[in-house]
């Protein structure tokens, strides 16, 4: 798939990609991360993260992995999900067109920093 | 937590194996720290619209995938879809003419009790005859079971209406002041009829038809009052029905009251009355028949064996309309058997094919529940497609069956589209592509049949068998349609050959009908200056006037009697009156003496010119001329034409002279104007108009026709009849042709490995294409076996609709059952040779 076709991100996905980015999660880890880099601003419910992971899986974004973590940190009924080189891919390319649109409001005054 | 599963539920089951645990998981992580309040109602509003969300995902992604295999094979989705809007399409429209015709409530409240009265006559074996004047209000004040009662005269009256704009002919219906009473219809504007309008001798009104009213008036508003000239006589108009009121024909324009009360031997009108709302019809027959006992015995004269007949208003026509439209019905409903057969196979071909893709993609972990949502998808997109196409269909089919509809019959003529039905067809139609799309598939994944891997060259039995019945079944049906098309076809040919005794090509004929009351002298003038003024007109070769043309009246039919001559039957003629020049006209050829002339008048001695039959019957092997009938002196013989149309046999013809109309007869005086011309005849129309607004410019002018569309109008009824079935037939042929050579394809594809090691080990190729020939054909001979005796119950049911045909006619069977039988030969062709040709190196390779 190309990766234009998906710009731009849900937010959500792009949460849940952040989230992924430094190491694999588990659903309910997930929801936490992207609680604690929002300030609890983003409390993402069971149904949007999953139904979110499902069509990420089908986009090729992400992967379930099977590396576990040892079995006393370990849930069987959970799974754990890694990023892949195209979620790397896609994550990067929604950033610089972020990181584009703060530049044009920078440049039209709507946001501090220099223009 | 119970709860939180039973939300859960609300997703696809293979989207619950995937997260359903997870979810609940973090559901009661969230309830350790939260409000259970706002986590409830929270957790509600998120599952409802996420799991909504799911399955628009699903559906997405399903009809993305639906499109990329119909591109993959367009042949498929087309023949689909065009097998549904075949079927769906002719079924709607067909059940829309049942439907309209038949089964619809009559346009007036409570039309369950309306009933149509008639008086019957086993004295003279006739079983149902119109009633007196006299006996109806007999009736009227006797009876204890009608609500009310009204009649009409049974045939509608050509009135000529003047005296606003042209003058135009309208067909006028005469009843009694209480008819519309009895059918609860009031006038849109003005007042309806009343006891007084219908007496003897008081003034005359009249009552328009919607349409009238407006094309006379521009709006219908403003006819109410005003006063028009109908055959000449002053009528005030009193009312405007409202739009769409037809009563008792479908063309009636205008209504006038009855006002003739007496003769209890003119049997001319039809009555219908209104049951009171407590009176079954058995009783009110019970009270007829007291009545008709009482009448007999008060006029033993006329009423001797008079009894009284009832039957609902509803449906009341002749069995041949009704027959017809069943026949329609039922040609439909073999129809869209027909095509949800060739639907089922069709989908039930491709299921089989994809049984090996489907058991790949289980064995790799596809989630069964989302494979069927595939096909489930599938099967809904071609049946939302093919519906679509079929409802353009009925719409564009269905006013096209409004020939159908029989003319005395107090509805409209063109059905409309009923959406009862298409919803009806539709759910049939859903339902077959859901069945056979999924069912099959859904059997293969229900096992975990892995076998479908390994089994490439079994072909199963009892599918295989299923798929022979589905083929058998169309091949059934379209020899049934077949042989009901050809009987009519046959018989088609037959009257189209009979020759009518004129040549019809280049003739133009209208209608001048004078009033009666027209006084002989004024009569002549008419005839003279229009007859001269047309003569004149360039490319005319010759013109002249009659009584009526051949093929527009079977009345008028006289005794004919020579003096001294004693025969041993009466002998009748269709007697008319002719201007000179009309067997030129016509073509009708001259064989003896000379055509009437303008000499022959009232101060001559009367003549006549005579058939060939009735010369050969009076006089065989003599010279006719010279002789005298009771009309006259016969001065001519010509050859015979067929008045009575070309399918029934007509009496010999009396052709007597414009200017000797006896007293009393001025009703058959000459009103048909016929023009030879050498150009386009239909050009003179306007000219000819002029012509006769000059002689007369209140005479109307009406009927402006080609003789060639009077002849062709003889077997128009047979033609529309044999247009449709032929269509069903057609479109049951292509649709079986379809079905075989989807059915023989299919073979060959999933027997493609095994053909190759045949032809590997040495089978011939010959021997390839025989096979699968002769399974093709086994098809054909089964179908055809099976279709034989179906068609015979079908055609018998049919006898009234093919007059002179029998049902056993063996010729139309053998035709059927070989076009049947060069139908799956020809069908199967292709996908033999397909299976002759494959290449056994190849298809061992990929094995």
């Known amino acids: 798939m190309n990766v234009l076709a998906l710009l731009p991100l849900p937010p959500v996905t792009f949460h849940i990609l952040l989230a992924l980015a430094d190491q694999d999660r588990h659903g309910y880890a997930i929801i936490q991360d992207v609680e604690a880099r929002t300030g609890g601003e983003l409390k993402l419910s069971a149904g949007t993260l999953y139904r979110s992971i499902q069509r990420m899986l089908e986009q090729g974004l992400l992967l379930e992995t099977r590396d576990r973590p040892a079995p006393e940190e370990d849930d069987e009924r959970r799974r754990y999900y890694r990023i892949t080189k195209f979620g790397v891919e896609v994550a990067r390319a929604e950033a610089r067109r972020l990181s584009q649109l703060v530049k044009f409001a920078r440049e039209s005054g709507f946001a501090p920093g220099r223009a | ?847």
């Not at chain 2, 295999?69 to 067909?94: D, H, K, N, Q």
Request: proline share 6%.
């Open chain 2, 1 to 847: 937590m119970r709860l939180y599963r039973l939300l859960l539920r609300l997703y696809p089951a293979w989207f619950r194996v995937e997260y359903e645990e997870e979810m609940c998981a973090v559901f009661a992580a969230r309830r350790a720290q939260e409000n259970p309040i706002t986590l409830w109602c929270g957790s509600i509003v998120e599952i409802l619209s996420n799991a909504l969300g799911v399955h628009a995902d699903v559906l997405r992604q399903d009809l993305r995938w639906t499109v990329r295999t119909m591109r993959e094979s367009p042949g498929f989705a087309l023949t689909a879809v065009s097998v549904i809007a075949l079927g769906l399409g002719a079924t709607t429209a067909a059940f829309t003419l049942l439907d309209h015709v038949l089964l619809r409530p009559l346009p007036f409240s409570h039309p369950e009790q309306l009933v149509t009265l008639y008086q019957t006559d086993f004295s003279n074996r006739n079983p149902r005859t119109g009633a007196t004047p006299p006996n109806f209000l007999d009736w009227r004040t006797m009876n204890q079971s009608f609500s009310s009662l009204g009649a009409y005269v049974g045939i509608l009256t050509p009135m000529n209406l003047s005296g606003q704009g042209d003058p135009v002919r309208l067909d006028a219906a005469t009843l009694s002041f209480d008819v519309f009473r009895t059918l609860d219809v009031r006038p849109a504007l003005g007042r309806s009829f009343t006891a007084e309008d219908d007496r003897p001798g008081a003034a005359n009104v009249v009552i328009l038809g919607n349409n009238v009213a407006t094309s006379l008036f521009d709006r219908a508003g403003n006819a109410v009052g005003r006063t028009v000239r109908l055959d000449t006589r002053p009528y005030t108009i009193i009312g405007v029905m409202p739009p769409g009121f037809a009563f008792p024909w479908r063309d009636t324009a205008l209504w006038i009251p009855l006002k003739t009360w007496d003769n209890r031997s003119n049997r001319m009108l039809v009555v219908l009355g209104r049951l009171r709302p407590d009176v079954p019809l058995p009783q009110a027959r019970a009270d007829l028949n007291r009545i008709a006992k009482q009448l007999e015995r008060a006029y033993p004269r006329e009423n001797a064996g008079v009894g009284i007949g009832a039957v609902e208003m509803q449906g009341d026509m002749s069995p041949q309309s009704r027959m017809l439209v069943v026949a329609v019905f039922g040609a439909a409903f073999c129809l869209l058997l027909i095509a949800c057969t060739n639907l089922a196979n069709l989908l039930f071909a491709r299921a089989m094919v994809r049984k090996q893709e489907i058991a790949v993609r289980i064995a790799i972990g596809a989630a069964r529940e989302r494979l069927l949502r595939q096909l489930f998808t599938e099967s809904l997109v071609l049946a939302i497609a093919g519906g679509a196409l079929g409802l353009l269909l009925a719409v564009v089919a269905t006013p096209s069956l409004g020939i159908l509809v029989p003319g005395a019959l107090p509805i409209g003529a063109t059905p409309e589209v009923d959406w009862r039905v298409f919803a009806f067809v539709a759910v049939l139609t859903l339902g077959t592509s859901i069945a056979f799309g999924v069912g099959p598939a859904f059997r293969s994944s229900s096992v975990a049949d892995l076998n479908a891997l390994r089994t490439r060259f079994a072909s199963g039995g009892r599918t295989d068998r299923l798929r022979a019945a589905l083929v058998l079944a169309e091949v059934a049906g379209t020899v049934t349609l077949l042989v009901g098309a050809g009987p009519l076809m046959k018989e088609m040919w037959r009257v189209e050959d009979v020759d009518p005794g004129f040549r019809a090509g280049g003739v133009l004929t209208l209608r001048t009908a004078l009033p009666i009351a027209m006084p002989a002298d004024q009569r002549h003038e008419f005839y003279s200056r229009v007859l001269t003024g047309v003569q004149a007109l360039p490319g005319v070769i010759s013109t002249a006037y009659i009584s009526f043309l051949p093929m527009t009246a079977t009345f008028g039919n006289f005794v004919v009697t020579v003096p001294g001559m004693t025969m041993a039957e009466e002998t009748r003629a269709h007697t008319r009156f002719v201007t000179p020049g009309y067997f030129t006209a016509l073509g009708i050829p001259l064989l003896r003496g000379r055509d009437v002339s303008g000499l022959d008048n009232t101060k001559t001695p009367p003549v006549a010119i005579i058939s060939q039959s009735l010369a050969q019957r009076f006089w065989p092997g003599q010279d006719p001329i010279g002789r005298q009938i009771n009309h006259g002196t016969v001065v001519g013989v010509v050859g015979d034409v067929s008045v009575r149309g070309l399918e029934t046999a007509s009496l010999p013809q009396v052709y007597l002279s414009w200017d000797q109309v006896p007293p009393g007869m001025a009703f058959y005086a000459p009103k048909d104007l016929v023009i030879r011309v050498s150009g386009d005849p239909m050009a003179l129309a306007p000219a000819v108009r002029q012509i006769i607004h000059a002689a007369n410019p209140e005479q109307a002018v009406s009927d402006v026709q080609l003789l060639e569309e009077i002849v062709s109008s003889q077997t128009a009824s047979r033609r529309a009849q044999l247009n449709v079935l032929s269509a069903f037939a057609t479109v049951a042929f292509l649709l079986a042709v379809v079905g075989i050579h989807g059915l023989l394809s299919f073979a060959v594809s999933s027997r493609t490995p095994e053909i190759g090691v045949r032809i590997a080990l040495g089978a011939r190729r010959g021997e390839i294409l025989g096979m699968f020939l002769r399974q093709g054909l086994a098809l054909g001979v089964a179908g055809v076996a099976i279709a034989v005796p179906l068609a015979y119950l079908a055609a018998q049911a049919l006898t009234s609709l093919l007059f002179g045909v029998q049902p056993g006619d063996p010729l139309v069977y053998a035709a059927a059952a070989l076009l049947a039988l060069a139908m799956t030969a020809a069908s199967s062709l292709r996908p033999a040779f397909r299976a002759a040709s494959i290449d056994p190196a190849i298809t061992i390779r990929i094995e």
